[in-house]
């Protein structure tokens, strides 16, 4: 098993956007429910939130932590077998390393991860 490839981190003022991108090597097809985590300093991993198989009977179901609801949505595009975070008014406390990953996560499949800086 690979590792996911996480990318479209950076920094950004509170109030701004960004797109995260997740490329694991593997179908992700079979996967039937992918999630976002984060983590930041002193700080354990947490799930951001999940979307379902598109082989799901729930197929494309999402999910959210509930201090992300509203402002985070994630999406997933299977002919690209990649997920996406779309992430609105950023707030300093979204700052982390995002992480994809199956739900339940698989130790294999952890990544780099992407750094997201909130920050004026």
């Known amino acids: 098993q690979v590792p996911f490839v996480e990318s479209g981190g950076g920094l950004v003022q509170p109030g701004g956007s960004l797109r995260l991108s997740c490329a694991p090597s593997?179908?992700?097809?079979?996967?039937?429910?992918m999630g976002w985590y984060r983590q930041a300093p002193g700080k354990q991993r947490e799930l951001v939130g999940s979307i379902t198989s598109a082989g799901s009977t729930s197929a494309g179901n999402t999910d959210y932590l509930d201090s992300v609801k509203g402002r985070f949505t994630i999406s997933r595009d299977n002919a690209k077998n990649t997920i996406f975070l779309q992430m609105n008014s950023l707030k300093p406390e979204d700052t982390a390393v995002y992480y994809c990953n199956s739900w339940p996560a698989k130790p294999w499949y952890w990544g780099q991860g992407t750094q997201v800086t909130v920050s004026s």
């Open positions: 593997g179908s992700i097809f079979s996967i039937d429910v």
